[in-house]
């Protein structure tokens, strides 16, 4: 009785027989893909490598066959990664569904495009990524619940340590190379400085030289107490900061725009927050 209902599910395409195929434009939205999923999903990241700018980043055609077989496609949106706008419209598909993860957060073009960083968004995912999921696959329910939860109650170690970190360091002066770390510097209550230089860094524009002299002095002269240097996206110009840094004593914090090899979400969040803590621990 029971088998001929799931052949009848089958045969009306309300569960699927196979994995559901996810492609996710950018890893860390990949890693969560596959811990809500669980074994219901085979997921595909597109941008992965911590070489690579992904402002910079071009589709090749194994992108475009691996969205245009997708069951479920995640991107990040606002200008993000347009090059996904481009390659949805070219392979249209009635039955795949797309999660825009900016526009679950009621971001919008021209707000900060790193949305991940802000601790709220990768619950807010989850949700959206499990109820699609139900959706598609309702006998796997209680699996897709259960990993939500699970993801959830690590999220909180996140939440609970930028809520610890900004208790002691609200208010403390820093800038960045780039704006990719925004997000969280705001959750951390930092007083983010040169905001207009960053953006520029991040649309490949020539700074002004009234930005770039900003910047310049608040690293050379020690006014902020630390700086994010974005290693993915670099050129002189930022290099020349990094080592005006070193010069005026302002803690040099590393990050990334896509996660690093190994390291899953709430550990990857975890190990910048710690860098940081050690970093203003010492001043
Ligand atoms: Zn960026």
Redesign the pocket.
Known sequence: MKRLMLLGLLASGLVSAAPLNIVAAENFYGDVARQIGGEGVTVTSILSSPSQD??LFEASPSTARAISGADIVVYSGIDYDPWMDKLLSASKNAKRRVLVVAALTGKKVGDN??VWYDPATMPIYARALRTELIRRDPTHKGQYDANLKRFLAAMTTVSSKVASLRAKYAGTPVTAS???FGYLSDALGFKMQNLRFQLSV?NEAEPSAVQTGAINDDLRSGKVKLFFY?T??TDPLTEKLRSLAKQGGVSVVGVT?TAPPGLTYVPWMLSQLKTIQAALAKK
């Open positions: 992904p402002h495009p790193h780039e704006p990719v991040m974005n993915q996206v725009e």
